[in-house]
């Protein structure tokens, strides 16, 4: 095996980008991670993620795979190896309007599948940012503006087009390669390279948004209210909370809420409760169409601009321990960036052995950052007193996926079925995206 590039595949002519080219400043990085791959391919169908996959077998490179390369990890790139960039691969077509069936290829951000959506009246409840890639989103879970209303992204894809390791393009649905549906919708990246996926689109055009600012109190009390009022709360609320510490040593909860309803009754009905939840200082509701939350304004290259270290895990109880521990993490002085969405509602629906993604009994996800200079320490530090009250976790938020991580990812018998099926269908792990036995 040769590590050059010279000889490759014909049908990649044009589409192999090395680094003496122009592009490679724009194709080398991810938002968190500067890379130094040896070639990125730029296919424009599965038989060209094929060719690439055969070329890197060839020529003995590392693979990396990327959508939106904004993987918390990093894994969308490499060093020395080759990176499948499915930048090309964007195409978002209305199959059926009346059954709202979609087709979205993977290498499409999150803002144009929204934008691409909206004069159909439909979208998908994705993530809260536009620049996401779909790959990454729809082989992972998913935990969007509207996660209690409509679930998580994986729960409403019917089918995925696949290329699997050795070059095969499958395409499974419930008829056809249901296990690989199943791996697909959860724990993905671990057992194909996705190019399409067939979605079921909601029926949505406006929702209200609305933001609050709110005093917390250091026991964490007012974090109690919160997940008391998201428990009680109508499917049709969303939130995400943001805890930021004062210069005074305070804490403010800054609160997202989103509406999954054009109807003011039904918006200021949802939201009503949260003003409870502390000493409001400020808030504002608008109606926004949900192109303005999964905005065009988001898109952006991604140049390793964000070396944020991120962890992430499920609560099932807000506990006075955890909710204390929660303001005190944020409050340190050396503190860590917590944000936390509410789960429930919809989430709850899927049988836990439905997808690769078990967490169906949790009611918040928290995330936790840490920034430079030390944003591997900081987040070490501020994540030990958390880590204790977490029941599970998402894979998609965590930027050091290990043997141990891959556990909370995929507790039990889905930790097992997702393990087998990496190995059915990729049995020399050229694609998993991080090293495990
Ligand atoms: C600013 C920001 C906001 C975010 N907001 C949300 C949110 O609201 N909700 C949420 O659920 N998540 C959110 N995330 C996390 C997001 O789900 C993950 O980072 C996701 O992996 C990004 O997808 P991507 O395609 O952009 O990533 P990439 O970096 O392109 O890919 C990451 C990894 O996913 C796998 N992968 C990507 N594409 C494919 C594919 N086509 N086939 C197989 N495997 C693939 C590969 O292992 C790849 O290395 C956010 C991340 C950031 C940075």
């Known amino acids: 095996m040769s590590?050059?590039?010279?000889?490759?595949?014909?049908?990649?002519?044009?589409?192999?980008?090395?680094?003496?080219?122009?592009?490679?400043?724009?194709?080398?990085?991810?938002?968190?991670?500067?890379?130094?791959?040896?070639?990125?391919?730029?296919?424009?169908?599965?038989?060209?993620?094929?060719?690439?996959?055969?070329?890197?077998?060839?020529?003995?490179?590392?693979?990396?795979?990327?959508?939106?390369g904004h993987g918390l990890a990093g894994t969308g790139t490499n060093d020395d190896g080759l990176v499948i960039d499915l930048r090309a691969l964007n195409r978002v077509d209305v199959l059926d309007r009346r059954t709202r069936l979609v087709r979205v290829?993977?290498?499409?951000?999150?803002?144009?599948?929204?934008?691409?959506?909206?004069?159909?009246?439909?979208?998908?409840?994705?993530?809260?940012?536009?620049?996401?890639?779909v790959g990454g989103i729809a082989t992972g879970g998913g935990v969007g503006w509207l996660v209690r209303k409509y679930g998580l992204t994986i729960d409403h894809i019917r089918a995925v087009e696949v290329v699997l390791a050795d070059g095969t393009i499958v395409?499974?649905?419930?008829?056809?390669?249901?296990?690989?549906?199943?791996?697909?919708?959860g724990a993905g990246a671990g057992a194909g390279v996705a190019v399409a996926f067939e979605i079921e689109a909601m029926d949505l055009r406006d929702v209200g948004h609305?933001?609050?600012?709110?005093?917390?109190d250091p026991t964490g009390e007012t974090l109690r209210r919160w997940a008391d009022v998201m428990a009680r709360a109508p499917r049709e609320l969303s939130t995400e909370v943001r805890l930021a510490s004062q210069n005074d040593g305070s804490t403010v909860a800054v609160i997202t809420a989103v509406v999954a309803s054009d109807s003011p009754s039904v918006i200021r009905k949802a939201l009503e409760p949260l003003l409870k939840v502390g000493?409001?200082?400020?808030?504002?509701?608008?109606?926004?169409?949900?192109?303005?939350?999964?905005?065009?304004?988001?898109?952006?290259?991604?140049?390793?601009?964000?070396p944020a270290r991120t962890t992430n895990g499920l609560l099932t109880e807000m506990s006075a321990g955890a909710a204390s521990a929660l303001v005190k993490a944020s409050a340190a002085r050396d503190p860590i960036l917590v944000q936390m969405r509410s789960l429930g509602g919809a989430t709850h629906v899927p049988d836990s052995a439905a997808t690769a993604f078990a967490h169906r009994h949790q009611n918040v996800l928290v995330i936790g950052a840490g920034f430079p200079p030390d944003a591997r320490g900081t987040l070490r530090t501020g994540w030990a007193p958390l880590a204790p009250f977490m029941d599970g976790a998402y894979v998609n938020f965590e930027s050091a996926?290990?043997?141990?991580?891959?556990?909370?990812?995929?507790?039990?018998?889905?930790?097992?079925?997702?393990a087998d099926l990496w190995k059915r269908y990729d049995p020399e792990g050229v694609l998993r995206p991080w090293s495990r036995a």
Do not use: C
């Open 3 to 68: 590590r050059g590039v010279g000889d490759a595949p014909t049908e990649l002519a044009g589409k192999i980008v090395t680094p003496g080219d122009g592009r490679y400043q724009r194709v080398r990085s991810t938002y968190t991670t500067v890379g130094r791959p040896a070639v990125v391919v730029l296919p424009e169908s599965a038989r060209d993620i094929a060719a690439a996959l055969r070329f890197a077998r060839d020529r003995g490179f590392p693979v990396a795979v990327r959508s939106g």
């Open 105 to 133: 290829e993977a290498g499409a951000r999150w803002a144009q599948v929204a934008q691409a959506l909206a004069p159909h009246g439909l979208a998908i409840s994705s993530g809260d940012h536009g620049n996401v890639g």
């Open 171 to 185: 395409r499974a649905d419930a008829h056809n390669e249901p296990d690989l549906l199943w791996v697909m919708r």
């Open 210 to 216: 609305a933001q609050l600012v709110t005093a917390v």
């Open 279 to 306: 000493d409001v200082m400020g808030q504002q509701a608008h109606l926004v169409s949900y192109t303005d939350l999964v905005s065009p304004l988001h898109l952006h290259e991604n140049t390793g601009q964000m």
């Open 401 to 418: 996926p290990d043997e141990t991580a891959f556990a909370h990812f995929y507790p039990g018998p889905t930790g097992a079925r997702v």
